[in-house]
């Protein structure tokens, strides 16, 4: 039931309950006048046809996207994750072009994704430990042609810009937790104010030809964006040098798939 609640489509708010109790009252007057019917019976009745109306919309197309992992997270977890992972492979290769390493031995993960319904928007391979060491994140960002304004290069260099400065000024591991909170908002009004830099011209190869980017470096770290087909891909690095890099299409997710439920295991061994 809780799922059906989290995926219904359309929402009741409290004018509908009044006038779905207004209607209902109405409806069983009437009824008990000519059926003899108890108005009060007819009235509860409606108002329960009137929630499962608002309930079967999770049944609707936009509602029933992801229903079933849903329903089946709630008595295997293990299997909702195995299809989860089903349904973002499958999602990956229909979406279009998906960029990553050429080369890398490495251990490789996913990292975040976004959908619109049950389409991808974004899918973000990851290379290396994010959590301690070198790194690379590669985010392919598909253009949609009914949304040509989703993908602002504008505003992605802001984020990207902003995300290697804070990962530039770690929390010190000294601080207590009033002192963490007022350093965490010190910090924040700190990068939000300043100004973004001038992003540089550069070049990324892909599939060993080279193709114009715009990156942005300080100290160990770099940020990339580069266009190419339909996509927009951002880079962002974490002492790997630039020209170590080389881009490629990655047919199938599944290694990263398999990286990242390793990831997670060594993660609940280590809370352990």
């Not at 804070?166 to 207590?176: F, I, N, S, T, V």
């Not at 939000?192 to 830099?197: A, E, N």
């Not at 880079?235 to 390793?262: A, C, F, M, N, W």
Request: a neutral charge.
């Amino acid at each position: 039931m809780r799922v059906l609640l989290v995926h219904r489509t359309a929402h009741p708010v409290p004018a509908t309950w009044f006038v779905a109790t207004l209607v209902g009252v109405s409806l069983g007057v009437v009824l008990s006048v000519t059926l003899g019917w108890a108005w009060l019976l007819v009235t509860v009745g409606w108002l329960l046809m009137v929630w499962l109306f608002f309930l079967s919309t999770a049944l609707l197309q936009n509602g029933r996207h992801g229903l079933w992992i849903d329903l089946v997270r709630t008595v295997s977890p293990t299997r909702a994750e195995r299809l989860e992972a089903e349904q973002l492979i499958r999602l990956a290769h229909e979406a279009g072009p998906l960029f990553g390493l050429t080369d890398w031995a490495g251990q490789r993960s996913l990292g975040g994704h976004g959908q619109s319904g049950s389409m991808l928007t974004h899918l973000e391979l990851m290379y290396g430990d994010p959590t301690n060491g070198p790194h690379l994140r590669v985010n392919t960002m598909w253009k949609r042609p009914e949304r040509p304004g989703d993908v602002e290069l504008d505003r992605l260099r802001r984020e990207l810009t902003r995300e290697l400065w804070y990962r530039q000024a770690p929390r010190p591991e000294d601080l207590a937790l009033e002192e963490s909170h007022q350093w965490a908002i010190k910090r924040h009004i700190d990068i939000d104010g300043r100004p973004i830099p001038k992003w540089a011209s550069s070049e990324l190869l892909i599939d060993d030809v080279p193709h114009p980017a715009e990156m942005f470096a300080a100290g160990d770290d770099w940020v990339a964006v580069i266009e190419i087909d339909r996509a927009i891909v951002g880079l962002q690095s974490h002492r790997i040098p630039l020209h170590g890099v080389s881009l490629t299409k990655v047919p199938d997710i599944t290694p990263y798939v398999e990286g990242s439920r390793q990831l997670r295991g060594q993660y609940r061994n280590r809370r352990r």
